[in-house]
Structures are given as C-alpha cells and as structure tokens.
C-alpha cells in the first residue's frame, strides 16, 4: 500500500498585528478601545509623569546630593523629551530651564565645575565629537552635558514657552512640585504624533518640520 505523505496546508488568513499581540496587549487594547478619553487622558499622564521623573532621577545620579537637592528647586523640564519619553524613544537630550532667570548664570557655573565628573556618557553619534576634556559643550544659547542634559541659559522658563513652536513641547516637568502639566491638547498631539504650531504667527522652520516627519510625526 502506497502511503502519501501528509503536507500540511498553509492557512488561509494570515495573521494579523492583533493575532500577535500577547493575551495582556489584547485585553489592554480592546479596555482603552472602550474608555472615555477623558480616563485615558488621566492615567497614560499620571504613568507619563512616572516615567519622567524616573528620567531625571536617573540624570541627577550624575551629580553631588548639594547640586541635585539645588537642580531640583530651580529647575523645570520641558520640550520634546516628554513626547521621546511617551512613546519609548531615544531622547537626543533633555532640556531644563531656570525658573528664575537669576539662576541661570550661578546654575551655568556649577554644572561647568560638575560636567568633569560625569561618568556616563550617553551620548549618540548626533553629537559628533563636541565633548573635551571639560566634559561638556556650550553654545550662546545652552550648556550640554554628555549624559545628556541641557540647560538652556539664554533665558527662564516663563520667557522661553512664550517662543515654543509645537504643542507637543509644551508640557513640563516641575521638579520641585513633582507635577506634570500637560494639556489635553498636548496629549492628543504627542499621541498621534500630529504636528501643531504653538502658535498662529509663529513661522516655523521647515528643517524643524522635515526632522519630525523623519521621526514618524505628520504635518
């Protein structure tokens, strides 16, 4: 007797992005399909600010207790890291301001004295070779470190977001009162990683745009 062997066939529907996903994506993916968005405003902020302030924690490691405990009064994060950080992206780098504009200059000193120090170099090939021996880089406009901070020393918090271009660099990070403020205007920008100008008569830079569009952003 002849024995065919048996070739298994192949399926008929292929399997979809939805098929692959784990049981606990597909449960998350099918309650926030269901909640308000209002809710899932809320809590992907709330998580968002987690992640956040576990960011700075870790840059902050880099330094004595003195300057942290300083940086932490002083300081404010805002820009694009906040939306690098919702979607699990590299952040290029991170940038603070002072909330008074009288601490720039003495805060500029301190991390030129502390940026010798620094062990971590997280720096990506954007960078190109701008560090010496100093251990940091500056510009008329900031001071960059190599475990990749920034503080922007050409004015205060207040002054600088009255400039911004985009909604989605909009949101900060207030160290000293461990709050998040995000709208939800700026939610939905970041989410959808759709481009809105900040403001009406603000000509934004069409190199500032392509560099979001390379990024998976659309205009």
Known sequence: ???IP???HKPLVTRTPFDQMSNLDRLKAALEKDKPESQLFQEECKELKLKVKRAVSTLF???RFGVR???SIQLILSGGSISSIYH???VKDYDFWCRDSKDIHPLA???REEAKDIIMDDTGP???DIFDATGFHESPNAITLKNRMQLITISDYEKARKAFDFMHCMPYYDLHSDRLYISMEQWRSIKRKKLFVN???LNVSKRRIDKYKEKGWSY
Request: hydrophobic residues 25%; glycine residues 8%; negative net charge.
């Open 199 to 201: 403001t009406k008569n």
């Open 126 to 128: 954007e960078y190109g």
């Open 69 to 71: 405990e300083q940086m």
């Open 109 to 111: 000193t301190i991390l």
């Open 88 to 90: 699990g992206e590299n």
């Open 1 to 3: 007797m002849q024995v």
């Open 6 to 8: 048996h070739t298994p």
């Open 61 to 63: 490691t880099d330094f």
